[in-house]
C-alpha cells in the first residue's frame, strides 16, 4: 500500500485512537443525547478522503494474513481459541468490519469489494461456531477461510482495497440520509424477519463506524462523539439480540427468518434517530 500515494498516511497514535473507538462501538451509555442540531454531519470531500485512508491503514497494518491462518491451525486442532487467541482474532475482524463498512459508506456504488465481504462474512460465521461449540459449521468455515487466505486471493483483496473508488461527498451525505430514512418502516412494523432484523442493523453499524472515524480525525466534533455513542448503544442492543439469534439458530431451535421485534429500549433508541435526522436539513458539508 505504502506504493500507493493516493492515501494518506496517519501516525500509529491515530491508529490506537481509532480502535479504541471501534472497541467500544456496543457499548450502551444511558445519559448520551442527539445534538440538537447538525446530527446527520456531512463530511466534504477531502474529509472523505481522509476516512477512508485512516480505515485502510488501520486495516492493511491490523491485519496480518500469517497470524490469521495461525489462528485457522490452532482451531483445526483444538477447536477452539485460548482468551489471548480470541482476542486477537477479534481484533482482526472488527478492522475487516470497520474496512468494509468504509466502502460501503464512501464507494461510488456504495457497496463493498467481493474479497473482502466473503471474508468478513466468513470471519462472522467462525468466530460464531467457535464460541457455540458447533464443530461441524466450524470445519467447514475453516475450509473456505484457508482458500481466501490463499496468497493469490489475499493479493487480490488487497489491491482491491487500494483502488477503490470514492464518491463525491455530495452523494454520500444523500446516500446516509436514504440509509436513516430506510429505518423508518422497520420501526413502524411489530415484527421483522430475521433478515430484517439484520438489515437494520448493519444500517446502525455502519453509522457508528462512520462517526466513529469522523471524531478520531476531528476530536473536537462534538455531534461526531455524541451521534457515535448514541448510535453505539443501539448497535449494542440489537447485537447481543442477534448473537441469540444466530446462536438458536445453529442449535436447530429456530429458523434465521423466524419473526423477530425489538425492544422497546431499542424502538424508542429508533425512532429518537430517525425523528432528528430525517426532521433536519443537510446543512453545511463538513461543519462539526
Known amino acids: 500500500m505504502r506504493a500507493e500515494s493516493r492515501w494518506q498516511h496517519f501516525p500509529e497514535h491515530t491508529l490506537a485512537q481509532l480502535f479504541d473507538a471501534i472497541e467500544v462501538d456496543d457499548v450502551v451509555e444511558e445519559q448520551v443525547s442527539i445534538p440538537d442540531h447538525g446530527a446527520l454531519l456531512c463530511a466534504n470531500d477531502e474529509q472523505i478522503h481522509q476516512c477512508y485512508s485512516l480505515c485502510l491503514q488501520l486495516w492493511h497494518e491490523g491485519v496480518s494474513r500469517h497470524a490469521l491462518l495461525e489462528l485457522l491451525s490452532t482451531l483445526q486442532q483444538r477447536g477452539d481459541l485460548s482468551p489471548d487467541e480470541r482476542r486477537r482474532f477479534k481484533s482482526m475482524r472488527a ?76 452523494s454520500i451525505c444523500d446516500y446516509r440520509q436514504q440509509c436513516f430514512a430506510g429505518l423508518e418502516p422497520a420501526i413502524k412494523s411489530t415484527v421483522l424477519d430475521g433478515k430484517g432484523f439484520h438489515d437494520t442493523r448493519k444500517i446502525v453499524s455502519q453509522q457508528v463506524a462512520y462517526y466513529d472515524t469522523f471524531r478520531t480525525l476531528y476530536p473536537d466534533s462534538d455531534v461526531a462523539r455524541r451521534m457515535s455513542r448514541f448510535l453505539a448503544a443501539i448497535n449494542g442492543l440489537m447485537g447481543d439480540r442477534h448473537d441469540e439469534i444466530i446462536e438458536a439458530t445453529l442449535k436447530g431451535e429456530r429458523a434465521y427468518n423466524d419473526a423477530e421485534s425489538f425492544s422497546e429500549d431499542v424502538r424508542w433508541r429508533l425512532e429518537t434517530l430517525v425523528e432528528a435526522l430525517c426532521a433536519s436539513e443537510r446543512g453545511s458539508v463538513g461543519k462539526a
Request: a positive charge; aromatic letters at 8%.
Open 95 to 170: 478492522k475487516f468490519k470497520h474496512l468494509r463498512f468504509a466502502q460501503r459508506l464512501f464507494g461510488k456504488r456504495h457497496q463493498c469489494s467481493g474479497l473482502l465481504h466473503r471474508t468478513t462474512v466468513m470471519m462472522g460465521k467462525l468466530q460464531d461456531a467457535f464460541r457455540g461449540g458447533h464443530r461441524d459449521e466450524l470445519q467447514r468455515s475453516i475450509r473456505i477461510m484457508r482458500l481466501l487466505l490463499l496468497p493469490p486471493v489475499w493479493a487480490l483483496m488487497q489491491r482491491a482495497a487500494v483502488h477503490f473508488p470514492l464518491d463525491s461527498a455530495a
